[in-house]
């Protein structure tokens, strides 16, 4: 079956202009992750979502981010007002119920902050 | 304490050759831990899911040691395919992984 997607693959944009990236994640699964990845660096955890139960949004850096998850499928990572340190690979993954279970990741998108 | 650590490497093997790693944790509330894969400029794979104290598959071995609190990463007989850097994902009882950093292997010819 489809594996996680998200868009756009790559987007450069602006300092101080807000950027959305889009995560479809894979049919049925209820928990949705956002991580993020700076070059030669681990995986950071951004917010976490778990069908209509409150998100877990302690990773996320600043008030700048902010995340939906809109009718338990497909998710919207906003970034307001970008700096050059938000310059990363955006991960997200899915996985199919709470827990330690597998998660699956998107091929992410690469923001680049000019 | 961080909540995981691991040597980042690079772990210089040569073709044929054993490697094995480890990777720290700091709390633990569960059996279940996990390693993936990422290779250069791609997303994290899922390698090996251990839902015990081990699990072996093929060439790969993975091992947890709950009094000492880490887990273990065995790849025998290496092949340069297995260039990449592994991700290690304790065990937890909460509903967040925590990945580790990697350790980068690179297997020589």
């Known amino acids: 079956g489809a594996g996680v997607s998200q868009s756009p693959s790559n987007k450069v944009t602006e300092k101080g202009k807000d950027v959305e990236l889009r995560c479809d994640p894979i049919?049925?699964?209820?928990?949705l992750y956002w991580y993020r990845q700076s070059l030669g660096q681990g995986l950071e955890f951004l917010i976490y979502f778990q069908g209509n139960s409150a998100p877990d949004k302690s990773g996320l850096p600043s008030d700048r981010f902010s995340a939906e998850r809109t009718g338990g499928s497909v998710s919207t990572l906003t970034i307001q007002r970008t700096q050059q340190e938000d310059s990363a690979v955006y991960l997200c993954?899915?996985?199919?119920?709470?827990?330690?279970?597998?998660?699956?990741f998107g091929p992410g998108t690469r923001l680049t902050v000019l | 304490r961080k909540e995981v650590e691991q040597d980042p490497g690079p772990f210089n093997v040569p073709e044929g050759a054993t490697v094995a790693f480890n990777c720290t944790y700091s709390n633990s509330a569960s059996q279940s831990f996990f390693w993936y894969r990422q290779d250069c400029r791609k997303e994290p794979k899922l390698l090996m899911s251990?839902?015990?104290s081990g699990n072996e598959d093929g060439r790969f071995t993975a091992q947890l040691n709950r009094a000492s609190q880490y887990i273990s990463l065995l790849i025998r007989d290496s092949k340069l395919s297995d260039s990449a850097t592994y991700l290690c994902v304790p065990p937890y009882g909460n509903n967040r992984l925590a990945f580790g950093k990697g350790n980068q292997v690179v297997v020589i010819p």
């Open positions: 049919s049925g699964h209820t928990a």
């Open positions: 993954a899915s996985s199919r119920d709470t827990g330690p279970n597998t998660q699956y």
């Open positions: 251990v839902y015990s």
